[in-house]
């Protein structure tokens, strides 16, 4: 599968503060997925990202594809402790290959 | 109505036994998977099976061997555990390969060797 790297592995903030993950490859990437995973939950799926340079909103959370497919990010605007999880990417040709996760923890 | 559910939710079971988990969708999917995440939450891959039939065996211990009686269950049958096979397992299932489309997971079976 494809290798993808995410950054920061982990993210304290407090309330109302933005977060942002991202998700990095050497490789072009075919598409990109997004899942969350509650503490002590499963994975949950967000969204998938196909296109180039493709942007997709989803409430307070933004997801972007790179120009070049390499790279993508999810960016939470004004976190709520309901955000709190882990955000993974994933992505794939023939298997799907998760990357390691940024943990968000929100302080009330 | 759960739509992929695992049972059972925690196993504990000492090192050398063999165990099964088993999962069942009612989503109608072609596709299902186990993966398994460690303690870091780092989450991979073991089995795809589509229509029955095994298309994906990642580096997997034979000591794992999948079984699926139809297109709605994938149960995971594990001899001799090791300490090392602790961790939780999450079934999954997909209409279609995963890489194109959502995949929904199973609530997770905790295995706990010791």
């Known amino acids: 599968g494809q290798q993808v790297m995410q950054i920061p592995q982990y993210q304290h903030v407090q309330e109302g503060e933005d977060f942002t993950t991202y998700c990095n490859s050497s490789?072009?990437?075919?598409?990109i997925q997004w899942y969350k995973q509650r503490p002590g939950g499963h994975p949950v799926f967000l969204i998938q990202?196909?296109?180039?340079?493709e942007v997709k909103k989803q409430k307070r959370l933004t997801f972007q594809f790179g120009e070049a497919k390499k790279n993508s990010s999810l960016h939470i605007t004004a976190t709520q402790t309901t955000d709190v999880g882990t955000y993974f990417c994933a992505s794939g040709y023939s298997t799907l290959t998760f990357g390691k996760g940024t943990m968000l923890l929100v302080s009330p | 109505d759960t739509a992929v559910s695992q049972t059972p939710k925690y196993l504990v079971t000492q090192m050398g036994n063999d165990k099964s988990i088993k999962c069942e969708q009612n989503l109608g999917h072609d596709t299902m998977y186990w993966y398994k995440q460690d303690s870091k939450k780092f989450l991979k891959i073991m089995f795809s099976?589509?229509?029955?039939?095994?298309?994906i065996n990642e580096t997997v211990p034979n000591r794992f061997s999948p079984k699926s009686p139809d297109k709605a269950h994938l149960n995971l049958h594990i001899n001799s555990l090791e300490l090392g096979d602790s961790a939780v397992y999450f079934c999954?299932?997909?209409?279609?390969?995963?890489?194109?489309?959502?995949?929904?997971f199973g609530q997770g079976t905790r295995l706990t060797v010791v």
């Open positions: 099976y589509n229509n029955k039939e095994l298309i």
């Open positions: 999954a299932s997909s209409q279609g390969s995963q890489v194109n489309t959502e995949a929904f």
């Open positions: 990202l196909v296109k180039s340079g």
């Open positions: 490789t072009t990437l075919s598409n």
